[in-house]
């Protein structure tokens, strides 16, 4: 993965458990606004620990979860998302992810927003 070094990628394992632990905790408590974030930081757990498959099926389910909210913050953890899927290389998940997520308002407006940084 070229976006990661090995220590991060090794640390990344390390909190990759700690995410999962902490996301299915979390979910119990019914806000789907912190259910959201925390799936996000899942999905880029997984992403660091080189993981492109997961972090993409588990993006896809935050998205899920966001659809009804309207955050900038919700937006700006999906830009950071998109930002180190693409660092990580062009790749089959990646490719079937960004196909599923244009469906999402949530991933239309990082979108946007890669244009008007442009």
Do not use: I, P
């Not at 220590?7 to 394992?13: D, F, L, M, T, V």
């Not at 997961?54 to 935050?62: H, K, Y």
């Not at 953890?77 to 998109?82: G, M, N, P, W």
């Amino acid at each position: 993965m070229s976006g990661y070094d090995s220590s991060e990628r090794n640390a990344a394992g390390v909190s990759r458990v700690w995410c999962v632990s902490y996301v299915e905790q979390r979910r119990s408590a019914g806000n789907v606004r912190s259910d959201f974030f925390a799936t996000m930081v899942l999905a880029d757990a997984h992403l660091r620990a080189g993981d492109v498959e997961e972090a993409c099926r588990v993006a896809l389910d935050a998205l899920d979860l966001g659809e009804h909210l309207k955050s900038a913050r919700c937006v700006s953890y999906l830009a950071e998302f998109r930002s180190n899927l693409f660092a990580a290389g062009d790749n089959a998940a990646s490719r079937v992810f960004a196909e599923q997520a244009r469906e999402h308002r949530l991933w239309v407006a990082t979108e946007a927003g890669r244009s008007a940084a442009r």
